[in-house]
Structure formats: structure tokens, C-alpha cells
């Protein structure tokens, strides 16, 4: 199956694997190897290019502990939690909500999809076992009490112990909190995008598939702030025009079925309540599209039941192995945070822009960056009957490298040549590595298999005309070029 070989692929490569792994497995947690770490940071680099540079964002880098007061405003301490259900029988911790939605998935019952978000406690345990529902575990169908389970993970600062802390679960609460201060130091004006990317803690009651759910992930968030009374002003980036034109994939609250749509319809309609948001919401598309994602495998979902703080919430959702998941949450968020933060802390964190005094409203977009990067590459693997080897069609602005640069064979002549090369490529600030290890067909298959686009090889046509072949990973085909033009 296509999942086992990704599976077995990211293994073998070391992409990421079980953290802390020689003292037992604890879920959750995954490090990095040296091609995972490079995949992750050019696909933060491609979310600062997108977003940050498009939007003429602030980024800023806040702590990842903060006070309990903090989240006590956010509404994290009461509000930030999963039901929780444990298996009678092998007493295997589980999510009741997402054992609903599974057993609903496989019936393809969106409907009843959409009512568990609105179900308690209770409700929740009785459709349990009116489906009879088998534990993921054991098999068995024997579940205790639905309870309500915090996320946060609590520590204590200080040696003393006195002061209580947690973990951020979210980005976001930092830029909230250094909201005033960084408009003021940096003599900001509304409408203003603060950008934020960073290590967020869940204390997940059933982390699994992957890096899809984990216990340590990243995320990348951009927070808009704006006076709800001025429609006119925009942010930095592409114009109205562009943005109402642009045509997205949507699947609206109570519809089964997807359907493309203008973001200026859905302004039109009041279906999303803002330009902010209409902005946003192209950007995203165009970021589904440069990750890899093709039209048909991901989709903006409407979500049914928007939290309190919430007017409008759109997810993107993306088709892999799995099933469809969540990589985003777009939401308008009105001023619920500065207002819950001003509230408890006392101060008045309403800012001067064009000489009126404005709480900003604000519309968040929060992306994970581990889930995304297991649905990139589950969308890009090739299986590659065809060569003999499974493959990743990565675009080139992810890929671990540009080049791998090989000597034919272990020829001193040819290694000086290619290590040559090499260097040049790296003084140019590519992404190159070089090898010499194995037949040239296995440092092909190496290559195809991380996902780099071209592989250069020198063989002894070069030391005499400077010229090389550069092989393209996605159709296999050699070209010759000279030295000079690789670039
Ligand atoms: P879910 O409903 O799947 O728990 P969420 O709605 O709580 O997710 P958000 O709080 O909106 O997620 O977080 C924004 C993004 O952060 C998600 O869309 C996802 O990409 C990522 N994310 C959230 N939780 C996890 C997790 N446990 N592991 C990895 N990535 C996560």
C-alpha cells in the first residue's frame, strides 16, 4: 500500500522518527533528521515569502512559557479541552469525538460528521454505545465515562514553585499580549499583520498517524488587526480585484458537496465577513497550491459550529492516505482576545491609529507546520513502478536540495572536478550535496527518493568540454549543459 512504502520511506531516510526513542516510546513526540529539518524550514521559508513579505508582516518571537493569568484570559485554563473516554477493557486512552468521526467517515455520513462538534459530554458517551463503537485497540466495545480532559501542559517557574506556568498551546497569545507594546515601539497603524512561527505543547489524549497529532508541534500564525468601523483601508499585497476574482474550493456549512467559488461571492453573500479574511483566504489557496496540493485534494471547510470568540471559521482540509485533515484554521476573532486581556490584566490595550482610538477586531490564521508537512508528503510520493524505486515529486522551493553532484565513478580526476563544482555551488548559496558512494543509478534513486530535482553528473566528456549532465528527477531525462550555466 501507498502509505506503507511513505511510511517505510521516511524511516529509512530518517525524515523523523520516535523521539527519545532509547528509553521507550512516549506518543507525540518526533525529531528531525537532517532531510526533515531542511524540508521544514523551506516550507516555514515559503509561509514568510507568502505571508509575511506578501502582507508587510511583523514577526515577533515570544516565549513558550507563559503565566497562568495569560490563559486564564484566552479561556485556555476552562475552555481548552478534549472529551476523553478510556477503553474498560485495556484501558486505552481515546478522544470520543474523533471515534465518532472515524466510525462516521467510513459511512460517509457527513451529517452526523457535523453534529458531534455540537454534542456534551453525555451525548457524546450515549452515541458510543448506541453505534456500539470498538476501541481502535482492543476491539472491544466497553467504554467507561466521557470526560472533560485540559490540554495544557502545567509547570511551575522559579525554584520555590510558587508561580504557576504552561506550556503556549498556541502561538497566537504572545502577540496578543505584546499587542500595544509592538504597535507603539514600532509606530504601527491599522490595518497591521503581526506574523509568529514557533513550538507550541497539546498534552494530546491520543496522539497518532504521524506528525499529524503530536504532544510538541510548530505552528505559523499570522494575526490581522483592524478597525472594524474602516472597510476601505487593506493591507500590504495583492489588490481587492485580484483577491474577489480568485476562485477557491469551498465545502459550505450543510453542503456534501465541494464546489469552486469567487472569494468576492463570499463577500458578496456575507458568507466571510471581511476583506482581511477575503485576503487571507487567497493566500492560503495560493499557498495549498505552491505546497503541492493539487485542485480536487483540498478544500476550505466551512466550519458548522464556530467557537464563542468566533464570527467565521474556515479550515483547509487536505485528502491524504488518512483521510481528509486539518492543516489551518482561518477564523475572524473579533476583538475577543484584546478585550479578555485588557480584562485581565487591567490595562487598556485599545491603540491611536489616524487619531482614533480603536480596540483592533482581529482575523487569525494559525497553520501547523508538522501535520502540513506529512500531508505534503504523502501528496508528492511517487511510487515509481516505473523506476524501480519510490520517489517524491517535492516542488523545488521544498525540496531538501537543488542539486546532488556525483563523479562518475572514484576517479581522482572526476572527484576533483565534481568537489570543484560542489563548492562553487555552495559559495552561490545553493542547496547541493555532493556523493560518491555507490552506482551512479543508486545516487539517482537516493536523490529521487528525498525529492531533489536535479542530479548532476561529471564524467570524463567534462574534463575536456566543461560540460556536465544534469538529470531531471520528475521525467529521468539527461541533458548536457556547460559548467557556466549551472546556477
Ligand atoms: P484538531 O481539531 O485537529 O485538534 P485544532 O482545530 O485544535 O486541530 P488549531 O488549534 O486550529 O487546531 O491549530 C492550527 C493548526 O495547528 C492545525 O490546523 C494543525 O495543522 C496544527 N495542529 C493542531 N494540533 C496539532 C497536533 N496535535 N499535532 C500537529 N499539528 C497540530
Redesign the pocket.
Given at each position: 500500500m501507498k502509505i506503507d512504502d511513505l511510511l517505510t520511506l521516511i524511516k529509512r531516510r530518517g525524515f523523523y522518527f520516535q523521539a527519545f526513542n532509547i528509553y521507550g516510546e512516549v506518543g507525540g513526540f518526533y525529531d528531525y533528521g537532517p532531510i526533515g529539518v531542511r524540508i521544514k524550514n523551506n516550507l516555514i521559508a515559503l509561509w514568510r515569502r507568502t505571508f509575511v513579505e506578501q502582507l508587510g508582516a511583523y514577526e515577533v518571537d515570544t516565549t513558550t512559557i507563559m503565566p497562568e493569568p495569560v490563559f486564564k484570559a484566552s479561556g485556555h485554563l476552562t475552555s481548552f479541552t478534549d472529551p476523553l473516554v478510556t477503553c474498560a477493557s485495556c484501558k486505552t486512552p481515546h478522544r470520543a469525538d474523533k471515534l465518532l468521526e472515524e466510525f462516521y467517515s467510513k459511512k460517509g455520513d457527513a451529517q452526523s460528521i457535523g453534529k458531534i462538534e455540537k454534542m456534551n459530554n453525555g451525548e457524546l458517551e450515549r452515541e458510543l454505545k448506541a453505534n456500539k463503537i470498538k476501541c481502535p485497540t482492543c476491539g472491544k466495545s466497553e467504554f467507561g465515562k466521557v470526560e472533560t480532559f485540559n490540554l495544557l501542559f502545567k509547570t511551575a517557574m522559579g525554584p520555590t514553585g510558587a508561580v504557576p506556568g504552561y506550556l503556549r498551546p498556541?502561538t497566537p497569545q504572545g502577540i496578543f499580549v505584546d499587542f500595544k507594546h509592538l504597535f507603539t515601539v514600532n509606530s504601527m497603524k491599522l490595518p497591521v499583520a503581526i506574523a509568529q512561527t514557533g513550538k507550541v505543547y497539546?498534552n494530546?489524549i491520543s496522539p497518532r498517524q504521524q506528525?499529524?497529532?503530536?504532544r510538541e508541534?510548530s505552528?505559523m500564525d499570522v494575526e490581522v488587526f483592524f478597525d472594524p468601523e474602516d472597510e476601505k483601508s487593506g493591507l500590504e499585497g495583492p489588490g481587492m480585484k485580484e483577491v474577489e476574482e480568485g476562485e477557491i474550493p469551498v465545502l459550505l456549512k450543510g453542503s456534501k458537496e465541494e464546489e469552486m467559488v469567487a472569494i468576492g461571492d463570499l463577500l458578496k453573500k456575507r458568507v466571510i465577513p471581511n476583506r482581511h479574511f477575503a485576503l487571507l483566504l487567497y493566500l492560503e489557496n495560493g499557498f495549498a497550491l505552491a505546497l503541492g496540493f493539487k485542485k480536487g485534494n483540498y478544500r476550505f471547510r466551512q466550519v458548522e459550529v464556530t467557537p464563542h470568540y468566533s464570527r467565521c471559521n474556515f479550515d483547509l482540509e487536505v485528502k491524504t492516505s488518512y483521510d481528509y485533515i486539518?492543516?489551518?484554521?482561518l477564523a475572524y476573532r473579533t476583538d475577543y482576545d484584546l478585550s479578555s486581556h485588557a480584562k485581565q490584566s487591567g490595562k487598556d490595550l485599545s491603540v491611536t491609529s489616524d487619531e482614533k482610538k480603536v480596540l483592533p477586531h482581529v482575523v487569525e490564521l494559525?497553520?501547523?507546520v508538522?501535520?502540513?508537512l506529512f500531508a505534503i508528503l504523502d501528496a508528492v510520493f511517487e511510487e515509481g513502478k516505473d523506476r524501480g524505486w519510490s520517489w517524491l515529486r517535492l516542488n523545488e522551493s521544498l525540496a531538501p536540495y537543488r542539486y546532488g553532484v556525483f563523479p562518475l565513478q572514484k576517479d581522482d580526476k572526476l572527484v576533483d572536478k565534481a568537489k570543484a563544482l560542489y563548492r562553487k555551488l555552495v559559495s552561490m548559496h545553493v542547496p547541493v550535496y555532493y556523493s560518491e558512494a555507490g552506482s551512479i543509478g543508486k545516487r539517482y534513486a537516493k536523490a529521487d527518493e528525498i525529492g531533489v530535482p536535479y542530479c548532476i553528473t561529471i564524467d570524463y566528456d567534462t574534463l575536456t568540454d566543461d560540460t556536465v549532465t544534469i538529470r531531471n528527477r520528475d521525467d529521468a531525462k539527461q541533458v548536457r549543459k556547460s559548467v557556466s550555466e549551472v546556477s
Open positions: 498556541e497539546r494530546e506528525t499529524i497529532r503530536m508541534f505552528q486539518e492543516l489551518s484554521g494559525s497553520i501547523g508538522d501535520r502540513p
